[in-house]
């Protein structure tokens, strides 16, 4: 993975990237990766597909469920971390806003060692300093990191229920916006193919 929580690694990180493109702004949404002993219906079809990319200038189609995939296997999706960085390739513009979910997307040992063996080749960037960022978080009890409640993001004053959540208004706002770019722009790119 190329985010760490505490010093801790994961297995990997799939990142859905969504980008602006009246201002270039992009949003990653991340998700780490856990080993499971169980296999994902929905991320089996997709490694399925992955791993016939080995070449450059491979081309395949995935039709599935984005929801499904994002939201595999984690019932903690509306808790969050979240910071202004950058790219993880180059050029490494910092034009990216990071959103790294709680909860972990969980891949089966067979899954992990196909997707190694075939798409991630070690291309994973390390970790960098913070620089001076600020990582904010969308819930109001930290115990996987060090953020202290003065990094608690949303409005403290606001009751919390186990059927509600609460964004600030400015994460939930670019939130939404790059989901919408990000189906117009998938949209425009399957018209494309057909």
Not at 56 to 62: D, E, K
Not at 72 to 92: I, K, M, R, V
């Amino acid at each position: 993975s190329e985010h760490r929580i505490n010093g801790k690694k994961y297995a990997g990180e799939a990142h859905f990237v969504h980008q602006n493109p009246s201002t270039n702004q992009l949003a990653v949404l991340s998700f780490l990766i856990i080993e499971s002993k169980h296999e994902d219906t929905e991320w089996r079809t997709y490694v399925d597909k992955a791993v016939t990319l080995n070449s450059t200038g491979y081309q395949t189609v995935y039709e599935g469920n984005l929801s499904a995939l994002m939201y595999a296997h984690t019932d903690s999706y509306q808790d969050f971390w979240w910071y202004n960085g950058s790219l993880t390739t180059p050029p490494c513009s910092e034009n990216v806003i990071w959103i790294i979910f709680h909860g972990g997307i969980e891949f089966s040992d067979n899954e992990l060692q196909l997707l190694h063996k075939y798409v991630f080749f070690e291309d994973f960037r390390e970790p960098q300093p913070l620089n001076n960022r600020i990582v904010l978080r969308s819930y109001p009890k930290e115990d996987d990191s060090m953020l202290t409640d003065q990094y608690y993001c949303c409005n403290k004053q606001q009751p919390q229920s186990s059927t509600s959540f609460v964004y600030s208004y400015f994460t939930w706002q670019y939130l939404l916006l790059f989901t919408i770019s990000c189906f117009i722009s998938l949209k425009l790119y399957l018209s494309r193919l057909y």
